[in-house]
């Protein structure tokens, strides 16, 4: 009986061995890759899947357990080595948990004139549910939606709404750019500009409130660094920190939003939030994961919106699928009188290397428009 248990066990041994090795090779891996300053894709998607690496972390060493534990040099520093690479996992996602203080306050009084909600949705173009967005939009009733990927056939689907939404602007396009930006709110000068790329649009207007107040929005989806976009995350980045410098120094209220194509916790978000002074609603509420709507486990924030230090929040949510591999996201603000002292105070400066980066990052990517 003996000679049988352990005959079962070997196999059943090796494997967990193999395991600890490779899943722990991973874990190391993607933490150094996600240190490292180079913006090839390969190393920039270490940027995205932080929460699933951190489950990987703990498989490894579940398996390390399961192996007899610390019992060699090499087990012995793959455990340290996991341990230090599990807490800088877990440093960059925490202000995305509800333990972390929230980086926008909650607004507790009434809603009035000086509010604003908003839908953004990349609607996938092949999809063609546009009846599932049109019902949360009636649903919701947004000052204004925001769709991405939208093409001639999308935007014909959504005629539907320019009676309630008689401010448009429409970009169809049918390279996964396309985009359209409906408002109930009067819109001011808007812009169609071309950034980086001649190919990938941005909207900007100034947004008139119901209380008369304006404020400037910009509307954004950026290439991603992908093996089939991209083959790098510069055009990404420095479109990002065009308008973080932009935000910085527009007399304005502010609202940048999109699919940015980037997560709220890489190195690149956080500095495009230092650069602009904007702060993000889902410090201290949570992930708001918005893709991949088709795959649970595969699933990050991708879908934006940043707001300036005058606005407070009365709600955050991630809806429902409508057939696209992203979720739509909604939100509902409230523009204060003057800037909130609980915002203002937790607006972090970036330091004079990070500028230069910045700075480096816009020159590589010789952009046509700096100034908006």
């Not at 509010?115 to 649903?139: A, C, E, G, K």
């Not at 065009?242 to 939003?257: M, Q």
């Amino acid at each position: 009986m003996l000679n049988l248990l352990l005959t079962l066990a070997f196999p059943f041994m090796v494997v967990i061995v193999v395991l600890q090795w490779l899943l722990g090779s991973i874990s190391l891996i993607s933490s150094l890759a996600s240190l490292i300053r180079w913006d090839e894709w390969w190393v920039r998607v270490f940027d995205f899947p932080r929460i699933q690496i951190l489950v990987i972390h703990l498989l490894a060493l579940l398996c390390i357990f399961l192996a007899g534990g610390m019992d060699g040099i090499a087990e012995s520093v793959l455990v340290v080595g996991l341990f230090i690479s599990f807490i800088y996992q877990f440093y960059n996602i925490y202000p995305y948990t509800v333990f972390s203080p929230k980086e926008v306050v909650d607004h507790k009084g009434k809603t009035d004139d000086r509010d604003i909600s908003l839908i953004v949705s990349n609607v996938y173009t092949p999809n063609r549910h546009s009846d599932i967005l049109i019902h949360l939009v009636r649903q919701y009733k947004p000052d204004i939606l925001l769709t991405l990927e939208t093409d001639k056939w999308w935007e014909k689907q959504l005629e539907t709404l320019e009676e309630e939404y008689p401010y448009t602007v429409k970009v169809p396009l049918d390279n996964l750019y396309g985009m359209h930006l409906y408002s109930k709110l009067e819109l001011h000068d808007p812009q169609v500009l071309y950034l980086v790329e001649d190919f990938i649009p941005s909207v900007h207007a100034q947004v008139a409130l119901r209380s008369g107040q304006k404020i400037k929005i910009h509307c954004l989806h950026p290439q991603p660094p992908s093996p089939t976009e991209s083959d790098t995350s510069t055009s990404r980045d420095a479109e990002l920190l065009i308008i973080g410098k932009n935000s910085k120094e527009e007399s304005l209220p502010i609202l940048v939003f999109g699919d940015l194509n980037d997560v709220a916790w890489s190195r690149t978000t956080r500095l495009f939030r230092k650069i602009s002074g904007l702060l993000d609603p889902r410090i201290g509420r949570g992930y708001f994961n918005t893709f991949h709507a088709k795959y649970p486990f595969f699933r990050w924030p991708l879908d934006h919106i940043f707001v300036s230090k005058h606005f407070k929040l009365l709600t955050l949510k991630v809806l429902p699928s409508i057939g696209s591999d992203h979720f739509p996201v909604f939100s509902h603000l409230h523009l204060m009188s003057n800037p909130s002292p609980e915002n203002e105070s937790v607006e972090e400066e970036p330091d004079q290397e990070e500028k230069e980066w910045a700075d480096e990052k816009i020159k590589k990517a010789n952009p046509k428009i700096v100034s908006i």
